[in-house]
């Protein structure tokens, strides 16, 4: 089992699946800070992006990626190994969709709502790197493959959004 630990006089032991599971809690509070906070989620990619955009579209989706975390956790748990890229790279698809918003934030002046969950994200995985992945507890490989993937995850959300862009100019 993979452990994040600290080695001072009170050794903490924290399984990484609850690094996982603390990620699946956050993206859940993190679809309800972009249904409620500042300009929620769907009236922003309908004005800015895609006017027939809808909240059946939205919880769609994200229904389909958080059931996709909680996938990976649970065959992560079973199997081990290998499958640790799985719920890693989930984990680091929400961190490139936190610089999203962190960046939107800073381009539009304004709050983008999913930021603020964002940052619970990033310390999380903040966590992981420093007490497992640092440790040697994640080989590099999976790490990389898990950013790579993560990274390419976001990609495909962002690139629908950039093609509506362009398709309202």
Do not use: C
């Amino acid at each position: 089992m993979i452990i994040v630990s600290s080695l001072s006089e009170n050794t903490l032991l924290i399984p990484i699946n609850f690094i996982f599971w603390a990620n699946v809690w956050t993206y859940i509070i993190h679809i309800i800070e972009e249904t409620t906070i500042s300009e929620v989620f769907v009236d922003k990619v309908k004005r800015l992006y895609f006017p027939s955009y809808n909240w059946h579209k939205f919880f769609g989706f994200n229904a389909i990626l958080l059931s996709l975390n909680i996938i990976a956790i649970i065959v992560f748990e079973s199997i081990q190994g290998a499958w640790l890229i799985f719920p890693l790279a989930l984990m680091f698809e929400r961190v490139f969709n936190g610089i999203y918003h962190f960046l939107e934030t800073i381009k539009s002046k304004r709050y983008s709502s999913g930021l603020l969950t964002s940052v619970i994200v990033w310390i999380l995985l903040y966590l992981l790197i420093r007490y497992s992945f640092l440790r040697g507890e994640i080989p590099g490989s999976y790490f990389l493959i898990s950013l790579l993937v993560g990274f390419g995850v976001n990609i495909l959300m962002i690139v629908p959004l950039m093609a509506g862009l362009y398709k309202k100019m």
